[in-house]
């Protein structure tokens, strides 16, 4: 199971880009990398997903290095609805079968 | 809205007790997913359907069972319930099935919040 480590918290405040870094040395050739943000009382929403370089949608940029072990989910401008639980997944067969801890981060005003 | 309903989204019923969850997948997803998430605990995941077979075993109770018929719904029948058995479950679906080598996000409904009293 390809493991991932990312810092269990985050603060910020409005306005600002917040970058949330994810390690993954056992990344496999063929492993996708995945976002998901989540609120309280709500299902995991999938933010974004990458295999290499640069992923970019109208929500986050994802930004992958050439050896793949580890991902930067950019958040640019963050509101304080952005306040939620951010949760790092690298695929293997068995990927989707654990979310880890996720980052929470906090957005002030 | 990700496309997944998931009834009831409160349920309150008391030990022993026996509860039963739906999930409806997003249109077209054949795979589903079922996860228990406790207070303040990460998601935990408990099985996983692909057109209606069962495909992965999480830490899942053997109190607990699961079902995806041939609508590609899916059932999560919990039964002796216990105290601790208070959790939001999520239902997740995805186009793909887990292993397959195009990667297919899950998309995850709202949740059915059980107390157990």
């Known amino acids: 199971l390809a493991k991932t480590t990312q810092p269990i918290s985050m603060d910020s405040y409005e306005g600002q880009e917040v970058n949330i870094t994810c390690s993954h040395n056992?990344?496999?050739?063929?492993?996708?990398i995945t976002w998901y943000q989540q609120f309280p009382s709500q299902g995991p929403r999938f933010i974004i997903q990458?295999?290499?370089t640069k992923v970019t949608n109208e929500v986050a940029s994802l930004f992958i290095p050439a050896d793949r072990k580890s991902s930067t989910l950019s958040l640019p401008r963050v509101s304080l609805s952005d306040t939620a639980v951010y949760y790092c997944l690298v695929g293997d067969t068995d990927y989707k079968l654990s979310f880890g801890a996720g980052t929470t981060v906090t957005v002030r005003a | 809205d990700s496309g997944v309903t998931q009834t009831p989204k409160h349920l309150i019923t008391a030990t022993g007790q026996r509860v039963t969850l739906r999930c409806s997948p997003r249109s077209g997803d054949l795979s589903v997913y079922w996860y228990q998430q406790s207070l303040d605990q990460g998601l935990q995941f408990l099985i996983q359907?692909?057109?209606?077979?069962?495909?992965a075993k999480g830490n899942i109770l053997e109190r607990f069972s699961a079902q995806q018929f041939p609508d590609l719904h899916s059932e999560l029948n919990l039964s002796s319930l216990e105290l601790g058995d208070s959790a939001l479950y999520f239902c997740?679906?995805?186009?793909?099935?887990?292993?397959?080598?195009?990667?297919?996000?899950?998309?995850f409904g709202n949740g059915t919040r059980l107390t157990v009293t």
């Open positions: 990458g295999y290499k």
């Open positions: 997740a679906s995805s186009l793909l099935d887990r292993g397959h080598p195009l990667d297919s996000p899950l998309h």
């Open positions: 056992n990344i496999a050739t063929n492993d996708y």
């Open positions: 359907y692909y057109n209606g077979e069962e495909r």
